[in-house]
């Protein structure tokens, strides 16, 4: 009997969206490789070769340091179901829907959770954290670096300082952040970090890389009660990824090799140059929107996230008719506002693979049509223009320090 279905011939989009990115060829190549078992000895030594390449991009020597098999929601709770058990109080920093998401999952353990809040478009405030924290025993201070739901950036080094104050253990969210923005796990002595494979690490969805700091170790050893969550207790996960490598689940094995390769890239690029990479293309898309006279979501450029780029939805445009033909018309895939910020906002992704200049200026072109068709009043060809000379002028101080 035949399938009455045909073979799944997926469209080619251009993903410029907060995530999942571009993919480079070498990654699929990698998940298309023969499968092994989640428990084979050449497997089980490769395992080792994904974490000497994450603790790299990390910039760590943590120990456990390992990609969880989940999305990075997976990795927030992960990250905040660990630490937390009852008589704990922790402080989560709210400003968006993924930091929103951390509180949420932080207020189902039996710890107090106080929330510090901004404003959707503002990080939060150092100072807020400090009264709120004042005369308090603070067990974590949770962090989402990069709030890709509205592109703000939130000062690491500002919140490490509130942490030790506070002696706080700092759990910061890197899922959009990680190999695209400066990120030191070390440096900004951070107790728990995760990101998300399909960020500007340019691997599918499905891991959450996580690096947990020996203090943090200490801290999960010591607990009183079992973790909530069997499957990301990461004291039972850290001896599938530990020296004894004891089955804890059944790896996604295709997912695994084409994180392994997707690091590969990542240093071979190296760190620095990639990080500069990506605000040179953030940098020329900010001047090739503002040429067309659309405003950024994020006021203060200080706050705003690289990788993410927030665009407000202008007056008498609609929303989803742009990103529709944005789709139809020109396979380019971005996305829209969450929650109170739905049909108000454009979050244009600049990750990884995906973040290379012809991009840039292809996204320019096609959204000045598409906004041309809408009505909306602008100079043809004033963004492209604009992110040219942001190119030449970055190439020309490039040139200068030489």
């Not at 739901?149 to 969210?173: Q, Y």
């Not at 952040?177 to 440096?187: E, F, R, S, Y």
């Not at 850290?238 to 890239?265: C, D, Q």
Request: proline share 6%; charged share 20%; aromatic share 6%.
């Amino acid at each position: 009997m035949n399938s009455p279905m045909g073979e799944l011939l997926p469209p080619t989009r251009l993903m410029l969206t907060p995530g999942p990115s571009c993919i480079d060829p070498r990654v699929y190549r990698a998940m298309s490789t023969p499968i092994v078992g989640h428990l084979d000895p050449w497997f089980l030594e490769m395992m080792g070769d994904v974490q000497v390449l994450l603790r790299q991009v990390f910039q760590t020597q943590n120990r456990l340091t390992f990609p969880i098999s989940a999305s990075g929601s997976g990795g927030i709770e992960a990250a905040v179901l660990n630490p937390l058990e009852a008589g704990d109080e922790a402080i989560i920093c709210v400003n968006g829907v993924f930091s929103e998401r951390m509180a949420l999952i932080a207020e189902r353990t039996p710890a107090k959770i106080i929330r510090v809040e901004a404003p959707y478009g503002k990080p939060c405030d150092p100072d807020d954290v400090r009264r709120a924290g004042k005369g308090k025993k603070i067990k974590i201070l949770g962090v989402t670096h990069g709030e890709s739901s509205t592109s703000v950036v939130t000062n690491l080094d500002n919140m490490r300082k509130v942490a030790d104050e506070l002696g706080a253990l700092l759990v910061v969210d890197t899922v959009s952040t990680l190999a695209g923005m400066p990120v030191d796990v070390d440096k900004t002595k951070i107790d728990i970090c995760f990101s998300g494979s399909q960020k500007a690490l340019s691997a599918p969805p499905g891991m959450s890389p996580i690096t947990v700091s020996a203090r943090m170790e200490e801290v999960l050893r010591a607990r009183k009660s079992p973790v909530q969550s069997w499957y990301f207790d990461l004291t039972t996960t850290m001896n599938y990824w530990g020296k004894e490598r004891t089955y804890h689940h059944t790896a996604p094995i295709s997912l695994v090799f084409a994180l392994r390769e997707a690091l590969r890239i990542v240093l071979e690029e190296g760190l620095p140059a990639r990080w500069e990479r990506h605000k040179e293309n953030r940098d020329a898309l900010v001047a090739g929107l503002e040429a067309m006279g659309l405003e950024l979501f994020v006021e203060n450029p200080k706050d705003r996230q690289v990788t993410v780029t927030g665009i407000k939805v202008p007056q008498g445009i609609e929303d989803a008719k742009v990103r529709g033909q944005l789709l139809n018309e020109f396979n380019i895939e971005i996305a829209g506002g969450f929650g109170p910020i739905k049909g108000k906002l454009w979050r244009v992704g600049l990750m990884g693979y995906g973040c290379q200049k012809n991009n840039v200026l292809i996204f320019l072109a096609a959204l000045e049509k598409c906004l041309l068709d809408q009505g909306f009043r602008l100079s043809s060809g004033a963004g492209v223009g604009a992110a040219i000379r942001s190119y030449s002028d970055a190439h020309a101080a490039m040139a200068g320090h030489k």
